[in-house]
T-cell receptor, first 116, second 118 residues
Framework: GENVEQHPSTLSVQEGDSAVIKCTYS??????FPWYKQELGKGPQLIID?????GEKKDQRIAVTLNKTAKHFSLHITETQPEDSAVYFC???????????????FGKGTKLSVIP | GAVVSQHPSRVICKSGTSVKIECRSL??????MFWYRQFPKQSLMLMAT?????????EQGVEKDKFLINHASLTLSTLTVTSAHPEDSSFYIC??????????????FGPGTRLTVT
């Protein structure tokens, strides 16, 4: 089955600096890689995702890159703000169109602290 | 965006009783919903996959007779923790897959239910 490794487990940055979280996956067939932000006591919120036919995707201050050859993908947050403080999870999946189930395999999470 | 709700958000029950948690997709239909369990400072662990109109598929190590899942409609799945014990105390989160055009991959999560068994 799929195995996802996530690093670092904790990350502290000064407000305004950039933060990078990295994940590796084991199953070369995986084709969908979402990132979730989870605040304390809440459910995970999808913040960005990337599919295997794309190498990079950006949404304002958040970007994700994917290297299929090396089987790793990264989350980049620029100009960090205190409200970015949360736990971030990466995930990998073999997803396909149409009805049916597919499973997300999650990394262990990264606790990001943005220091004002 | 797609919204998934859960009810209740918090529940405290006595050991030996049963608790039902509801998961609803509010603005989309979901033939497949997922139930996760999360312990403090840990990642999400998939418990089962719930398909509308059929039996749920449980992950290895998850007792299907203890965690009853019903997915009776395209917008509602329920998880019932039967004969709850203190070790069942956890944060339970559901998610649903949005099958609308152009959103075939995304999985959206509910806000979670904090279960405490005393």
């Amino acid at each position: 089955g799929e195995n996802v490794e996530q690093h670092p487990s904790t990350l502290s940055v000064q407000e305004g600096d950039s933060a990078v979280i990295k994940c590796t996956y084991s199953d070369s067939a995986s084709n969908y890689f979402p990132w979730y932000k989870q605040e304390l006591g809440k459910g995970p919120q999808l913040i960005i995702d990337i599919r295997s036919n794309v190498g990079e995707k950006k949404d304002q201050r958040i970007a994700v890159t994917l290297n299929k050859t090396a089987k790793h993908f990264s989350l980049h947050i620029t100009e960090t703000q205190p409200e970015d403080s949360a736990v971030y999870f990466c995930a990998a999946s073999l997803a396909y169109s149409g009805a049916g189930s597919y499973q997300l395999t999650f990394g262990k999470g990264t606790k990001l602290s943005v220091i004002p | 965006g797609a919204v998934v709700s859960q009810h209740p958000s918090r529940v405290i029950c006595k050991s030996g009783t049963s608790v039902k948690i509801e998961c609803r997709s509010l603005d989309f239909q979901a033939t497949t919903m997922f139930w996760y369990r999360q312990f403090p400072k840990q990642s999400l662990m998939l418990m089962a996959t719930s398909n509308e109109g059929s039996k749920a598929t449980y992950e290895q190590g998850v007792e299907k007779d203890k965690f009853l899942i019903n997915h009776a409609s395209l917008t509602l799945s329920t998880l019932t923790v039967t004969s709850a014990h203190p070790e069942d105390s956890s944060f339970y989160i559901c998610s649903a897959r949005d099958l609308r055009q152009g959103a075939l991959y995304e999985q959206y999560f509910g806000p979670g239910t904090r279960l405490t068994v005393t």
